[in-house]
């Protein structure tokens, strides 16, 4: 499956951007979906996950209750609305699939399997 990442941008903070990873290649429905960032100078870090369906979600602490991760199969199509933003947000963030079933959700970016080219978001203070 290949993935790209849109929507990052300048924002200020308190702002909001919605960052969108359109899948193509294979049946979307298929994988269960996760958004990591990696700030300059630091490891890649899980930010957001979702089961193939949907309807499980999980979320860092750093993110909870800020941002909201969301897919529509139909569309082929994972989103991470983020709200609220920080300056410690400001990172590379890269959406990624992972195949195979029995696991409804991967917060590890070894059980991914593909990755999207990252959107940069950053936030000014």
């Known amino acids: 499956v290949q993935l790209q990442a849109s929507g990052g941008g300048l924002v200020q903070a308190g702002g909001s951007l919605r960052l969108s990873c359109a899948a193509s290649?294979?049946?979307?429905?298929?994988?269960?979906m996760g958004w990591f960032s990696q700030a300059p100078g630091k490891e890649r870090e899980f930010v957001a996950a979702i089961s193939r369906g949907g309807g499980t979600t999980y979320y860092a602490d750093s993110v909870k209750g800020r941002f909201t991760i969301s897919r529509d199969n139909a569309k082929n199509t994972v989103y991470l609305q983020m709200n609220s933003l920080k300056p410690e947000d400001t990172a590379v963030y890269y959406c990624?699939?992972?195949?195979?079933?029995?696991?409804?959700?991967?917060?590890?970016?070894?059980?991914?399997?593909?990755w999207g080219q990252g959107t940069q978001v950053t936030v000014s203070s």
């Open positions: 290649g294979r049946t979307f429905s298929d994988y269960r």
């Open positions: 990624a699939a992972a195949k195979g079933l029995g696991v409804v959700i991967s917060t590890r970016g070894h059980q991914y399997d593909y």
